[in-house]
């Protein structure tokens, strides 16, 4: 007898362009301009954890130092701040995937908000070491956030993969 409570769906191979699509619509919205409100998540970073946890072979460290560049010369902040930051986020998601994909995704986020957590950190000391000022405690907000919605965002990358759940008498699978 079968669990009842488990998805009977396979997940197909991702699409490497669905992979940069998502990668740029976190983008633009990382550049939407939100002033001071707390609570934003990076949704760059947020997504490239997801996807180097997913993908570790195909998105990692030269991915994030890309995105991390063009997220630099949209807020222009100091140049490699961001890219320094998502590289080691990177770093991390890679390191961490194996363990992290046996969880359920509640589980996974966890795993992931001390990621989001030391990527703000360390932008914030880059900050401070060039000389601008503390954004306040508010400003770590964003990673409790970004946890809160790493569910959802988890089912919503995941949803092009699925197969039909109808069962083809001919397919082997």
Not at 40 to 49: I, Q, R
Not at 93 to 108: C, T
Request: proline share 8%; net charge positive; aromatic share 12%.
């Amino acid at each position: 007898m079968q669990p009842t409570n488990r998805s009977r769906r396979i997940l197909q191979p991702v699409k490497l362009w669905f992979v940069y699509l998502s990668l740029c619509l976190a983008l633009v919205l990382d550049l939407v301009p939100t002033g001071r409100l707390p609570g934003v998540p990076d949704w760059l970073a947020l997504v490239l954890a997801f996807w180097c946890v997913r993908e570790p072979l195909r998105v990692g460290m030269g991915t994030g130092f890309l995105f991390g560049l063009l997220v630099d010369v949209g807020h222009g902040a100091a140049m490699g701040q961001h890219a320094l930051a998502y590289v080691l986020l990177a770093y991390g998601a890679n390191g961490l995937s194996r363990r992290v994909l046996w969880f359920p995704p509640a589980e996974q986020a966890l795993h992931i908000m001390p990621l989001l957590l030391l990527t703000q950190v360390l932008m914030v000391l880059v900050r401070l070491v060039a000389g601008a000022e503390f954004p306040g405690w508010w400003y770590f907000v964003g990673s409790f956030t970004g946890t809160l919605l790493w569910v959802p965002l988890h089912f919503l990358l995941l949803l092009p993969q699925y197969r039909p759940a109808d069962r083809d008498d001919n397919r082997p699978i």
